[in-house]
């Protein structure tokens, strides 16, 4: 297995102590479960929801939401977070406090996860464990990648996510995000294209898109809809996905968290999408 730099953006004095750990990231929390080294955490995110029993843990809020008073009251010696964490006031308050962060790199794909979790192990000066971690996910990954290729279809689906139908306007994942990168790694085709991130979409650029899938997170609230409520909206009223009723829903950290069950969240979606 290829090793992977360790990377570190922020320091904010040595780490000589390491056994307050504050996870901030959802991938991040299941790594950390995955290389047996749970008792070390204090803390999560309110993304860091699996394994089940991480929700048991004191919540310091939304990663890219943090307030210093939050990370500050569990005092920890060291935290581990998904790039993008924040915001920077929060960042330069603790840098002030002297609480090292260390920074993984959140890229959403095979390489990306591997990455993950080299950079997670030696955070945590556990790098034996993070390798054998690693070599068992990438086994897992292939194995995904070669279900999905006996799955393939000679043209593949044209998925849309939907990430909210707020108002009834659609907020759908364009190129570069984790959802067109699950997407294609279960043997589909993102249906939006020529956008950049999650975008709100007018609804000529729905009609343009003519999914024939729809993939959303699997959660309640304002940003969810129900199927009858998806397909009553006129963007999406004539698309091949009301057609045949296609949606399909995911948890959002399965799905999207690219972590150590992407495998798991790989084979699932491409059974799902394909009619296994």
């Not at 297995?1 to 750990?21: H, N, Y």
């Not at 309110?46 to 890219?64: F, H, I, K």
């Not at 890229?107 to 034996?128: R, T």
């Not at 698309?239 to 959002?252: C, N």
């Amino acid at each position: 297995m290829i090793r992977f730099a360790f990377c570190l953006l922020l320091l904010a004095g040595p780490v000589f102590a390491q056994e307050r750990v504050l996870s901030v990231g959802g991938s991040v929390t299941e790594i950390i479960y995955a290389l047996g080294q749970e008792d070390r955490l204090v803390a999560r995110d309110s993304t860091g929801t699996y394994p089940p029993e991480a929700e048991d843990l004191p919540n310091v809020g939304y990663m890219r939401a943090l307030s210093p008073e939050g990370v500050l009251s569990v005092r920890p010696d060291l935290v581990i977070a998904e790039d993008g964490a924040g915001p920077p006031e929060t960042l330069e308050v603790l840098a002030g406090a002297r609480i090292p962060i260390i920074f993984v790199p959140d890229d959403p794909s095979p390489a990306g996860i591997l990455e993950k979790i080299a950079v997670v192990g030696d955070a945590l000066d556990v790098p034996d464990q993070a390798e054998i971690l690693a070599r068992d996910v990438e086994k897992q990954l292939a194995e995904a990648g070669a279900y999905v290729e006996d799955l393939a279809e000679e043209t593949p689906p044209r998925v849309l996510f939907i990430l909210s139908a707020q108002g009834g306007r659609i907020m759908a994942g364009g190129d570069g995000t984790g959802a067109e990168a699950i997407i294609e790694l279960a043997g589909g085709e993102n249906a939006l294209t020529g956008v950049e991130g999650y975008k709100p979409l007018s609804d000529e650029a729905v009609v343009a898109a003519a999914p024939e899938v729809i993939l959303m997170m699997d959660r309640d609230g304002d940003h969810s809809a129900a199927d009858e409520e998806l397909f009553a909206m006129p963007a999406l009223a004539g698309s091949p996905a009301a057609s045949d009723g296609r949606v399909i829903r995911m948890d959002g950290l399965y799905l999207l968290g690219f972590g150590p069950r992407t495998a798991e969240a790989v084979r699932d979606l491409a059974a799902a999408m394909h009619g296994s």
